[in-house]
Each structure stands twice: as C-alpha cells, then as structure tokens.
C-alpha cells in the first residue's frame, strides 16, 4: 500500500508543469500520500482541509470532494460523542452532495453516500436504524447499479447486511463466502487514474480475518 | 534540452524570491485557541490547519494581492486581504461563533417535543408509540409525561389541573374537532388516529404560541410524514381484527390507503368481562393519504379518513335499578390538508384546513340522544425570517363549527343546535438576542359571532441557557376558550373563559441524560357555571366560576446508564380547585390526582432479536361526589396502579410478533361511584361503582410488510 502511494507521488511530483492541471494531479496526489500518516480523528479532519482547499480551487472537480467527505467520514467514525459526530457529518455531507452533484453516475460517488448514511445511523442505531439504514441500502445499491464490479460499492454493501444481521443477533459467518470472493477479485478493478479511489482492500482482508 | 536548465532556474528563483510565510494562532472568541481550522488562500492550494495550540503555518510561492479565509465548523468564516511580497505574515485571528438555532437556547417551558429532528429531543417520534401500556394510542403515550392525569373512566388529555375539553389536538396546522373515538359513558376511549402517521409530536402542556387558541390548557399538535420512501404493502393481523395498507409512489408524490376492521367480540368472549355487552364494539375504518410535492420546494398533503362503529353495552340504570342496553352508533368523516411553500428564500406560507362530520346516535332504554357536529378550519400562516436571529410569524383562521342535539323519548323531541364562526388573527415574533437568550412575544384576537364578543390574548415566552447543558424557561399568557357545547346549545349569553399561565422551567441535557423540572400555576376566571334554574332556560347559565391549578412537574430520562435499555420517569404534584358547571362551592374536580407517577423502561434484546417494554403507573386517589353525603366531592377513590408490559419479536425481517398485556397484576381498579338522579323512597340515592371493562387487557398481533426489496419491516410501529 505504501509503496504503490509512494509510486504515484513520485510519478505525479515528477511530471510537475507549469499548468494548472498538472498543480492539481500534484497537490491531490501529495494529499492522497497523506491517508498514509493518519491514525486519529484529527489527522483525517486536517487531510480533509487539504482536501477542502483543493477543492475550492478546483469547482468542478468532484474528487476533492469526494476526500474531502471520506476524511470526516471516518473521523466521523472514530469519534465517540454522539453530538460531535453529527457535527463532523455535517461539513462531509455538503462535500458528499456536491461530489454526487458533479458524478451522477460514479459508482464509488454512491458507494461513498452509503458510507455516510451508515455512519449517520451508528450516531444512533436504535432510533435512526430504519430510516438510514433504507438510506445507506438504497445509495450501495445505486453505486452496485452502476458498476457491479466496483469493490467499495461492494464492500459497504457487504458490511451493510453483516451490520443488519449483527443487529438482528443472525449469524454473520454466511457473508465470509462473498468477502472472500470479494478480496479475491479486488485486484481485478483497475481505477480510471490514480487520483480516483482505490481505497478499502485492508477493510475487505479484515473481514475475511474475521472469518477464520 | 539544455536550454530547459536556465529556464527551470528562471522559475526557480522566482518562486525562492516570491515566497511568503503565512502564520499565526486561531482563537474564538472568549474559548481560547481553536485546532483544525483551515487556513488558505482563496483560489489557491496553499494552506494549512491549525494544531492543537491553534496555531498554523505555511509558505506559499503566490505572490500579489490574496484574500485569506479561515473556517470552522459552527464560527463564521473569517477573510483578509493580504500582500504576497516575500515578508512574512503573521496574523492573531479571532473566529466568531456562528448563530446557529438549532445549537441555541430553545423555548421548553411546557413543552414537550418528539422528533427525528437530529437535535437532541427529550422523546423520539419511536418513544410516541412504543410505550408498552398505550398500545399505539397517542394519547395514552403521552400519559407517561409530566402534567398528564390518567382518568380511567375517560382516557383522554387531562393536562395541569385542566379538564379534557381544555385540550385541543391539531394535525399539520388544522384542528381536530374529534380527536378520540366514541366510547361508553364512564369507560376509556383511544385516539382516532394511528401514531404511525406522524413524523413528530409537540405537546405543550401550557404557555403556547398565539397561534393557537381556544384552548385553556395545553394542545397538541402532531405533524405527519412526508414523502415515503417506498412501494409497500402491509397486512397487520392482531386479535381485535386486520387491518391493511399499500403504499404507491411517483416521482413526485405518493398515495397510501389503509383499510380496517375490528371486533372485540372473539376477544370478549375468551376474556372475561365486567360488563355485559350484547354488541361488542366493531367498526371499520378507512383511509387515503395523499403526498405530492409542488414546484420546488413546496409540500401538498391531503389525509381523509372515514370510520363507522358500533356496540351495545349493558349498563345498570339506577332509577329502574335493572341492567339496560346502551347502544352507540357512531359515523366519523374528516379531511385535513395543508400545503407549505416557500415564497422566497426566507419568507414560508402554510395554509390549513380540516372538515370533521361526526355524528353519535346513542339510544338508552326508551330515549335516544344524537349529537351532530360539523366542524371546518381554515388558517392561513405566513413566516418571514428577518436575518438569522428574528422570526415573525402573522396568520388568520376561520374556525366554524354547526352543534345540533336532539333528545327523543316516548313523549318529546327536543332539538337544540347552534351555529358558531370564530376569526381570529395573530402575530408573533421571536427574537435571539444571542445564543443564550431568545423571546418570543406573541398576541391573539378572536371574535366569535355566536357569542358576539372579542377576547386578546398576549403571550410572552423566553429561555436562557445557561451553559452548554442546562436552561431556564418561562412562560406566561392569556387563554381564552368558548364555553362547552353542552351550554351553549341551550344560550349565547355566556362569555369566554380564561386562564392565565405561569410557568418556570429548568432543563438539563446532557449525554443521552435528560432532567426536566417545572413550577407553574395556573389562574382560572368566567369558568361558565349552570346555576338554579332549568338546564334548556338560557337564564340559567353565567360566568361566575373560578379555579386555579399550581404544581410541579419532574421528568427523567436515561438512555445512556443500562446498555440497551432506555427509561424515564414522570412525577407530578397538582394541587386544584376550582368552582364551575354545577358545582355548589370550591371543590378539588374528580379529574384530578395529587401525585401521578410514571415509569417506563424499554430493553433491545440483541441475541432473541426481541423489544421489550415494562410500564409502572401510580395516580393518587380522586375525588367524587356522593349526594347522599352532605360535603361536596367529598368521597375518593382508589388509588390508580397499572403495570403493563409488551414484547415485540423479530421473526423474519420482514415479519414481526408483538404481544402485550396491561395491568399484569392485576391492580384493583376503580373510578368512583355514579349515583341515580333521584333518590329512592328511603331518600337514598343509589349507586354502583365505576369499574374498567376487565382487569387486564391482553393483545397479540402479528405484522407483515412486503416491499420490493423484501427487507423493511413495522418494528418501528410495535417495539
């Protein structure tokens, strides 16, 4: 994983022009190195500034957007006040719906709204489990629609059921077949440049871990 | 290539000349220094977030004329114009917080709301209907809050020391001139409506917004979802009968109808029972509901409900001293709608309007007694958002209402009716003055053309939060409200009646823990009274009554201490008295307990995939009048205890079993004694108590949805 960051850092740094374009392969690609660095919320929520900055330079870009909503995402997830987390969903959700706004009809857009109604939902299972969770189910599968190959739109769906069959106390060992398959078959997606996502094998790989 | 060497110099020494050092500290105001601000030049990648002292620091090569921006969630953003020359920058930036509503103080004085608004509610819109005990009525779920009196032998709205006509429900704006179903003299009755229809509940159980009016204790309004989300078809199988929905969408609204029949007569037959029915209650009910968004951002809703039913109960008629049939038809037609919109960014209109056709026909041995009503709503609201802090709200309503009783025995026909048209006009606004404090002043007129009289009521509310958990609230005004209807077929001589609100509140949030305490008092004036004459003589009546109710109220909720388990607590202390109808003197009214209780608790049992709910509630004894006795109101009953439990089993996910029983132990239960309207020839008046239908009450059900995806259940309607 690091090394193949380090890869397209090095490629993207070293093709530096003087254009605009060739500016932003850089700054998104030194941000996308940044992933690597992060291990608490705050670390996610300041490479989401940089996200955040990239993207208001770049309006019609939807990427930066997108970064900039999966990093207060997962710091979303990491924090434990419920009223912090609803906050920190707050600034992804605006991100979220532009980036939807610009890619209609990216997979990996959907799989991210997903991801976000999920994490909506966890602020407050009991209460928000029916509405959020028809949310979450209704965005994976648009992504799924879209691109069935997708491995995020897959993975969240997976984790999706897995989470619902925990709630209800079911069995979750009869996903470990398709998590498998899944991470088996990961490689097999090629993303459109190395700017768009590639994230998400280590998720994969932890639930087939699970599974042993 | 070699001339690329110089040239990539050329850029170089441009950028080393060029760059510039932006740094500084972050700090808001009166909080001290601020991490993960982003700091940036508009337009540009360069940047940097604050650390965790707040302070920032980044180059950049730009050079010239910037705008620098500064933002943090919750603080409004904050801009400079600098010059890039290759000096350094340093800035001491102060963010200031962002007026944000839905993070500021909050009127709660008297009100309770539940929602899935993401702010923190005391109560969900789930806690509405999951409350064992209340089996999914409305009103008996909020007779879990503080400020409720549970009268057994009616089961509707007791609020604050008020009677339950005092109480006014509304839906979407529109009243509701027959919230309850018809029931038996002196046996419970349940709301109309399915508590599944409403997306949020806001019950205010005294100092309300001028919008609403006649009403002397509290209202209630409930607000109905919006769009659904998905085709569905439900069948819902419980022992008093089915009941099934189906739910159609396009693309830019929805249609649900619900079709329904009960029976208690196979339940009565299995349970035992105190009184003797020779028609059980039956009845069916239907319902269409209509979605459909307009333009861009408006919202039309149109619900129609039409139910009929019917029982004979046998009831002791003390005069003849022989068990005689009551037989109750009763035929409920109602239509609200409401259409919202916005008209410009920060002005929303929002017209209501409601049409109830009900009609009871009661028959009791040789006499029959039918009552007509036809009640129509219409108001009209307009909201004008004045900057972030100030919100004025102005509206009109028309409120007309046709009476008619008719009374037949073997000899006579008597009909009394009368026709009323109230307008009225309000205005309101609410004022932030900052995130600590907000006002709301608010003033109403009403004139009635059947009483030919004007009332004005103001209304003053105001909150200020103390800290980040806790505030205070306060409320006070004028309520007005008509007379009862059972006066005023007979005159329109009488006058309003009023009661002023006094209300002090405390409120504490914090973590999923929730502390509410309230102090109030109320002033009752012109309560109308029937005095010596004959009841049909207009002379007979007057406003000459007076009362006053004070109390405190305490809630408690929990989320947070047991895992998976959620409870609250209710306690209110009431103290009344009040002299109106027919009462000789000053007297506590029979609807009122001194101390209520209630304690509810809920558990998630993951691994049996299982609800279940447990519900203690304890009223103190009543008073009640016995005329044999010399004092009035002077007798009292027992002391009301219920313990209800209910349990909700997830069968598959689309499958659901629910069973509940009330009064599991068995509390004895009794409301007092009725009395014969004239004593028998020893000059005793005799009597027999009033007892609940059975001691406890049991329902199983089981409740099936089907969609397209197969995967949404009605767990939410049962846990």
Not at chain 2, 277 to 299: C, D, L, N
Not at chain 2, 488 to 512: C, F, M, P, W
Request: aromatic share 14%; charged share 20%; net charge neutral.
């Amino acid at each position: 994983m690091k090394t193949t960051l380090f890869t397209i850092i090095f490629v993207l740094v070293s093709i530096t022009g003087f254009s605009q374009s060739n500016e932003y392969y850089q700054a998104m690609g030194e941000s996308l190195g940044g992933y690597a660095n992060c291990k608490s919320g705050d670390d996610f929520r300041a490479l989401g500034n940089q996200f955040e900055r990239i993207a208001q330079a770049e309006a019609d870009q939807w990427l930066p957007l997108y970064y900039h909503a999966h990093c207060n995402i997962i710091a979303a997830f990491i924090e434990t006040d419920p009223a912090k987390k609803d906050a920190i969903l707050d600034i992804a959700e605006k991100s979220m719906n532009r980036a939807i706004e610009l890619a209609p009809n990216d997979a990996d857009a959907h799989a991210l709204h997903a991801m976000f109604y999920t994490a909506r939902l966890v602020v407050n299972p009991m209460e928000r489990g029916q509405k959020f969770g028809m949310l979450s189910g209704q965005a994976a599968g648009k992504a799924l629609a879209l691109d069935s190959t997708n491995p995020r739109a897959r993975l969240i769906n997976l984790q999706n059921e897995m989470g619902t069959a925990q709630f209800y106390g079911k069995d979750t060992s009869v996903y470990c077949d398709e998590a498998r398959k899944l991470l088996s078959e990961w490689d097999n997606f090629k993303a459109k440049s190395p700017l768009h996502p590639n994230w998400g094998k280590d998720q994969a790989a932890g639930i087939v871990e699970s599974c042993k | 290539m070699k001339f690329l060497i110089p040239l990539i110099l050329f850029f170089a020494t441009v950028q080393l000349l060029a760059q510039t050092t932006i740094s500084g500290t972050i700090k808001a105001r009166n909080e001290g220094t601020l991490p993960g601000a982003n700091v940036y030049l508009k337009g540009t990648y360069d940047g940097a977030s604050s650390d965790a002292n707040g302070k920032f620091s980044f180059n950049t090569q730009k050079s010239g004329n910037f705008m620098l921006i500064v933002e943090y969630i919750g603080y409004e953003p904050f801009t400079r114009d600098v010059v890039l020359n290759g000096t350094a920058i340093n800035l001491n930036i102060e963010l200031q917080e962002t007026f944000n509503k839905l993070e500021a103080v909050t009127i709660t004085a008297g009100t309770f709301e539940a929602g899935d608004k993401k702010r923190a509610n005391i109560l969900s819109s789930l806690d509405m209907i999951t409350t064992a005990g209340a089996n999914g009525d409305v009103f008996g779920a909020l007779q879990t809050l503080p400020g409720t009196t549970t009268v057994g032998e009616s089961g509707r709205l007791f609020v604050k020391g008020g009677d339950s006509d005092e109480s006014k429900t509304f839906i979407d704006g529109a009243l509701v001139h027959t919230p309850y179903n018809a029931a038996a003299p002196n046996t419970s009755t349940r709301g109309r409506f399915n508590p599944f229809m409403f997306k949020g509940t806001i019950f205010s159980t005294g100092g309300y917004s001028a919008e609403y009016g006649q009403a002397l204790s509290s209202v209630l309004l409930l607000n109905t979802n919006d769009m659904p989300v998905e085709d569905q078809f439900d069948i819902s199988l419980l022992t008093i009968g089915p009941e099934i929905a189906g739910t159609k969408l396009w693309k830019t609204g929805a249609v649900t109808a619900t079709l329904g029949y009960f029976n208690l007569g196979p339940y009565m037959n299995l349970v035992p029972q105190n009184y003797k029915w020779s028609h059980a209650p039956e009845g069916f009910s239907s319902a269409v509901s209509i979605r459909q968004k307009t333009g861009k951002s408006g919202m039309l809703k149109i619900y129609s409900s039409y139910d009929a039913s019917n029982f004979i109960i046998g009831q002791l008629d003390l005069e003849q001293n022989k068990v005689v049939d009551y037989n109750l038809d009763n035929n409920n037609f109602f239509v609200n709608t409401s259409w919202m919109t916005k008209a410009g960014e920060n002005r929303t209109l929002t017209t209501s309007a409601s049409f109830t056709n009900n009609v009871d026909k009661a028959a009791f041995d040789t006499t029959n007694f039918d009552k007509e009503l036809k009640g129509f709503h219409l108001k009209q609201v307009v909201s004008q958002e004045m900057g972030s802090r100030i919100t004025m709200r102005a509206g009109a309503e028309w409120m007309h209402s046709f009476t008619e009783q008719t009374f037949k025995s073997p000899a006579n026909i008597f009909v009394n009716g009368f026709t009323n048209n109230t307008l009225a006009g309000f205005t309101e606004a609410e004022m932030y003055a900052s995130k600590h404090f907000v006002a709301r002043l608010g003033a109403r007129v009403e004139h009635s053309d059947y009483l030919n009289r004007t009332n004005f009521s103001p209304r003053i509310t105001a909150a200020y939060k103390l800290n980040e958990t806790s505030q205070f609230s306060m409320a006070y005004g004028w309520f007005f409200q008509n007379p009862s209807d059972d006066y005023l077929v007979y005159t329109d001589k009488l006058n309003y009646e009023r009661a002023d609100h006094y209300i002090l509140s405390y409120q504490s949030l914090l973590k999923g823990r929730t502390l509410r305490a309230e102090v109030y008092y109320k002033d009752y004036r012109n309560l109308a009274k029937q005095g010596n004459g004959e009841f049909y003589l207009p002379e007979s009546y007057n406003n000459n009554g007076s009362g006053y109710a004070g109390g405190f109220d305490l809630f408690i909720r929990d989320k947070k201490s047991v895992k998976n388990g959620d409870y609250w607590i209710s306690y209110s202390y009431l103290d009344t008295k009040r002299d109106y109808r027919d009462y000789p003197e000053m007297a506590t009214p029979t609807f009122a307990s001194k101390h209520n209780l209630a304690v509810v608790y809920k558990h998630w049992f993951g691994s049996i995939r299982s609800y279940a709910g447990v519900n203690y509630k304890y009223s103190s004894p009543r008073p009640y009048n016995n005329p044999n006795s010399t004092e009035f109101n002077g007798e009292r009953t027992l002391a009301y205890q219920t313990l209800d439990i209910s349990w909700s089993f997830l069968f598959r996910t689309n499958i659901i079993f629910y069973g509940a029983v009330n009064n599991v132990p068995g509390f004895k239960q009794e409301f007092g004694r009725r009395y014969s309207n004239v004593p028998d020839d020893s000059g005793i008046y005799r009597s027999t108590s009033i007892i609940p239908g059975s001691g406890r009450f049991f329902i199983l059900g089981c409740f099936i949805t089907f969609t397209k995806k197969g995967d949404k259940n009605q767990l939410e309607k049962i846990q």
